[in-house]
Every structure is written in structure tokens, then in C-alpha cells.
Nanobody
């Protein structure tokens, strides 16, 4: 089983990034997927979730209207489009299949001028 995140980096406030998480080794298309983040000195928090078919999504209040979660069940990949980024979005972002307790290694997102 592997979940491999990519797309993180350094971006200025107001900028955008698109995170990807490539899954393998399990039935991705039947799995709920989520993005979490953990900032230094803080607990890991849920950012967004998406149902197995992609029709239902949910977001943390802090990212509603700025982040969009989506998935491609052919490519076995889940995405997190992040727009209008703020310094408080700085964190390590993780994707996971929560009902299977599978986690990726994380990708760093830093929002700074």
C-alpha cells in the first residue's frame, strides 16, 4: 500500500498550489479519502474529505471557498486545489484513506512572502 503526495512548495500569500496523492495497493475507487495538515506545534487537523465516487465533499471552515478536493478513480489519485493561500495554511499536508488507516508521508506547504 502506498499513498504518495506531491505538489507542495513555497508560495506567496494569495497564490495557489495543487497537491496530488497517488494511491496504490488497495481499492482506491471504493475508499473515502481525506486531506489533513499539521502545522508546527499544532495537532493534525482535517482539511477536506471526499466520498468514494467523488459526489460528496466536506471542508474545514478555515478553507471553505478556497480549497477544492477532487479525485480521479481511473488514475487512483486524489487532489487538493488550494487557492488564495494564507500564511496560516503553512503545514505538512497528508492524504489518507481513513477507514483503512493508510497515510502518506506528507508534503510541505509554506506560504510566505
Amino acid at each position: 500500500v502506498q499513498l504518495v503526495e506531491s505538489g507542495g512548495g513555497l508560495v506567496q500569500p494569495g497564490g495557489s498550489l495543487r497537491l496530488s496523492c497517488a494511491a496504490s495497493g488497495f481499492t482506491f475507487s471504493s475508499s473515502i479519502m481525506r486531506w489533513y495538515r499539521q502545522a508546527p506545534g499544532k495537532e493534525r487537523e482535517l482539511v477536506a474529505g471526499i466520498s468514494s465516487g467523488g459526489s460528496n465533499t466536506n471542508y474545514a471552515d478555515s478553507v471553505k471557498g478556497r480549497f477544492t478536493i477532487s479525485r480521479d478513480n481511473v488514475k487512483n489519485t486524489v487532489y487538493l486545489q488550494m487557492d488564495n493561500l494564507k500564511p496560516e495554511d503553512t503545514a505538512v499536508y497528508y492524504c489518507c484513506a481513513p477507514l483503512r488507516n493508510y497515510w502518506g508521508q506528507g508534503t510541505q506547504v509554506t506560504v510566505s512572502s
